[in-house]
């Protein structure tokens, strides 16, 4: 999520229903590994979310903002969805997300997910 979040960063995280979550939040999510040392948390701003299939859950679409390729996961499948970033902490100042960061991330994650939703013949 550089070089919007830096190294030493302390995120606050709002615990939130699958439905709460749109376009620009920033997710916290864990993908289990084979040992418990190899499970990882992950930080990443939420592109988009493909529809349930028949059988399937809904898919959310990611992507860290120094990465150029996209995650795909269904919640509680391949990982689980722990919350979004609320409010960041650096060097002793704490700001919310929501207003007009949140509002910044939202309208670019949106812009990014419609080409990406038409591709996937959404």
């Given at each position: 999520m550089r070089p919007w979040l830096?190294?030493?960063?302390?995120?606050?995280?709002?615990s939130t229903g699958e439905s709460e979550l749109g376009a620009g939040d920033i997710l916290l999510y864990w993908s289990p590994g084979e040992s418990a040392e190899q499970d990882v948390l992950t930080c990443h701003r939420m592109v988009g979310r493909v529809p349930a299939g028949k059988g399937t859950g809904a898919k959310f679409?990611?992507?860290?903002?120094?990465?150029?390729?996209?995650?795909?996961?269904?919640?509680?499948?391949?990982?689980?969805?722990?919350?979004?970033?609320?409010?960041?902490?650096?060097?002793?100042?704490?700001?919310p997300v929501p207003g007009r960061v949140g509002n910044l991330a939202r309208l670019f994650g949106s812009l990014?997910?419609?080409?990406?939703?038409?591709m996937a013949g959404r």
């Open positions: 830096k190294a030493g960063d302390s995120l606050f995280i709002q679409l990611t992507k860290g903002d120094a990465l150029s390729s996209i995650e795909r996961f269904e919640n509680g499948r391949q990982s689980e969805i722990l919350g979004k970033v609320s409010a960041i902490s650096r060097d002793g100042k704490t700001w990014v997910a419609m080409p990406i939703l038409k």
